[in-house]
Each structure stands twice: as structure tokens, then as C-alpha cells.
């Protein structure tokens, strides 16, 4: 249900502080002040909030591309005066912008006693501006505190890809069953032997056709056939022509390394931590391997279960992770086995602190709450 609200949002680089607002007021209108370099950020607030399940009429008012205290002001009195206009309770968001914009948009909800809030996303909180009287039908307590987690609930991963211009296919965590994130952690043990691995990729490459029998690690079959990756008749294992990956390729896949995005996956699960996990991200030409939400806060991890690991890798990852959810998601390479030279770990531990990439290996992929 939408309260009768006029909402007036800076709009800048950052969506977030739109999103959420707009999610926690539910308002009858918004009215966006926008600077030309940020127009076409409207639309992937919009998208986003109707991913929420917020919809409402809005319109723009535009302003020059660097203005002054006096034109913000301007502009936001116009838009309060608006917001009147349709017999609705203007409420100004001053968060966003440049601090310019925000004092003028901030002094001109003082000006009229209109109440104004900023959305802190860092400290995951509203603040009222203390401009004006929120309306009676909002509890104010309820929304500095219990509005802000409501409207978090709400935040899953493909609002914040839409808030950031990104709409992609992607396949949520819970559409697989427990038995293959135990598959994925018994693999994990395994593959730490190389000639193990190597072994078990061979012998399922070799028998894709499910015509010949398997001979793998009786802890791999239990798993595996509980899992339905395998089947057993006569006491003898076969590949099911029923299994979760039906495809070739995908299942092959799956023992080659997409194993270890399931291993990741079921220790992210295992925290209940998150409110979203997605996997096989895709967008354009890119993949990205797991997006999990926790809060308002986008977290991107990238899998590399190879022999091969290069410093590059983190670069990478700090790249794809700043152009899906900006300055403020975590970021995570998970590597099954690293070679932990005294030399390696200096430069990994370098440009960890450069790009806010952590490198997980091993030990720390199992007990990752203590990273997160």
C-alpha cells in the first residue's frame, strides 16, 4: 500500500540510498533531481524497485551538471511545492550528490518544515534530518530501526545487479538439494590429492556414456549416488542418465572445478549469513561465479579450483566487483589449493590491501564466517 508521500531523491552514481527509500516510505510519487551525467540512473532505480515490488508514478527535474548550493535549492523548493501541489507529504532524501547538492537540498526542507532523512548504507540506519514532522501513519521509531531491516529483506541480489544497470541470468542456491553441496565438500577432501583428482576427472570423462561401470573412492559413490549424480545396480556404479547436470559438458563440468562454487555455496548456506546466493551470473560476455546479499551489502566470490593460480586473478575480481555493486562490496577469490610460498603470500598479501580482495585457501575456505 502506498502512503500518500511525495518522495524527492538526489540522484547520483550511488542507488542504494534510492532503493532503500524508497522501499522503507513506499510513497505515492517520487520526484528525482538529476544532473544529466546521472539520467539514465532513474530507470535502474526504477527496475530495481519494481524487482522489490515497490512501484509508484515519478518524474525528473534536471539540473545543470555541477550546481551550486542556491540552484539545488532551487530545485528542491520547486519539487517540495510540487509534492504539495498533488496534496502529498513531501519528503526530501538529501543523501547522494555532491555535497553541494545535498545542502541545498537539505536547507530547503528546512526552509519549508518538510521532514528530510539520509540513508547511511555503511551503518545500515535512516537518519532523520530533523527538517519537518514525519506524517502520523509513520512510526518513527519503527522506521530509524525495524524499516530499515524490513527494507533489507528485500534486497536480493538481482535488485542490486538492476540498481547498478544489470539484469543477468543467474541460479539461485536453493534450487539445488543439500546432497549436492555434500558431493561438493566430499570432492573438496579428495581433490587434495592431485593424482586423486586427476584420476577422477579421467575415469568420468571416459564413461560419460553411463554404459560402463565406475571404479572411484567408495566415499565419491555414496555421496555422488545420494546426490544423483550416480546410480547403482548390481553393486556396480554408473553415471545416471537422471543426474542433476544432465548435460554432458555441465556434469563433467561439475568434477572438473564447478564443484567448488557448490563447496563455496553450502559454507556461505551454513552461516545463514545471507539472504540471497546466486551462482552463474551472467551478463553480456561476463560469468561471475557466486553473488551472495547480505544486508544491503553485495558480496562477489570467484572460484579458481586449477593448479594454476596468477596474481592477476585479484585484479580481476576487483574489477568485476566494483562494476557490479561500486565501492562498497566485499570481495573474495576462494582457491582450493595455493602454494603458499613465503614469496606468493608477501604479493597476495600486498594487493589484498590494495584492491580489498581477500584470498581464501584451503583451511580458511572452511571456516569462512570467520572472513566474512
Known amino acids: 500500500m502506498q502512503n500518500q508521500i511525495a518522495l524527492i531523491q538526489i540522484v547520483s552514481e550511488q542507488t542504494m540510498q534510492n532503493v532503500l527509500s524508497l522501499i522503507a516510505f513506499k510513497p505515492a510519487k517520487v520526484i528525482y533531481l538529476i544532473t544529466k551525467p546521472v539520467e539514465d540512473r532513474v530507470e535502474w532505480i526504477v527496475k530495481a524497485t519494481e524487482q522489490a515490488g515497490v512501484s509508484c508514478q515519478y518524474e525528473k527535474i534536471v539540473m545543470k551538471k555541477m550546481p551550486a548550493i542556491d540552484e539545488s535549492f532551487r530545485t528542491t523548493f520547486d519539487a517540495i511545492r510540487r509534492g504539495k501541489g498533488c496534496n502529498l507529504t513531501p519528503i526530501v532524501n538529501f543523501t547522494g550528490g555532491t555535497k553541494m547538492i545535498s545542502i541545498g537540498a537539505y536547507s530547503a526542507a528546512r526552509e519549508n ?6 540513508v547511511d548504507t555503511e551503518r545500515e540506519c535512516f537518519i532523520n534530518g530533523g527538517t519537518g514532522n514525519m506524517p502520523c501513519n509513520l512510526n518513527l521509531d519503527s522506521l530509524w530501526d525495524e524499516t530499515f531491516r524490513k527494507s533489507n529483506r528485500k534486497i536480493t541480489v538481482p535488485v542490486i545487479l538492476r540498481a547498478n544497470g544489470i539484469q543477468g541470468e543467474m541460479y539461485s542456491a536453493l534450487a539445488y538439494s543439500n546432497e549436492i553441496y555434500k558431493a561438493a565438500e566430499c570432492l573438496f577432501t579428495i581433490y587434495q590429492d592431485n593424482k586423486k583428482r586427476d584420476g577422477i576427472i579421467a575415469e568420468i570423462r571416459n564413461k560419460l556414456s553411463g554404459k560402463d561401470r565406475l571404479i572411484l573412492p567408495r566415499q565419491l559413490m555414496e555421496t555422488g549416488i545420494k546426490a544423483g549424480f550416480f546410480k547403482c545396480e548390481n553393486d556396480k556404479c554408473f553415471i545416471s542418465s537422471n543426474n542433476p547436470f544432465s ?3 555441465l556434469f563433467l563440468s561439475f568434477f572438473e572445478g564447478l564443484w567448488l562454487e557448490f563447496f563455496v555455496m553450502g559454507q556461505l548456506i551454513s552461516t545463514n549469513k545471507f539472504s540471497d546466493i546466486q551462482r552463474g ?11 551472495a546479499v547480505d544486508s544491503t551489502k553485495l558480496y562477489f566470490f570467484s572460484c579458481k579450483s586449477g593448479k594454476n593460480f596468477e596474481l592477476s586473478h585479484i585484479y580481476e575480481v576487483a574489477n568485476d566487483a566494483q562494476s557490479l555493486g561500486g565501492r562498497f562490496t566485499k570481495k573474495y577469490l576462494c582457491c582450493h589449493r595455493l602454494n603458499k610460498s613465503i614469496q606468493l603470500m608477501e604479493n597476495i598479501r600486498k594487493l589484498e590491501e590494495i584492491t580489498g580482495v581477500k584470498v581464501l585457501s584451503g583451511d580458511d575456505l572452511m571456516h569462512i564466517t570467520k572472513f566474512l
Open 113 to 118: 518544515k518538510v521532514p528530510s532523512v539520509y
Open 247 to 249: 548435460h554432458d559438458r
Open 281 to 291: 551470473v551472467k551478463y553480456l560476455a561476463k560469468e561471475w561465479d557466486i553473488l
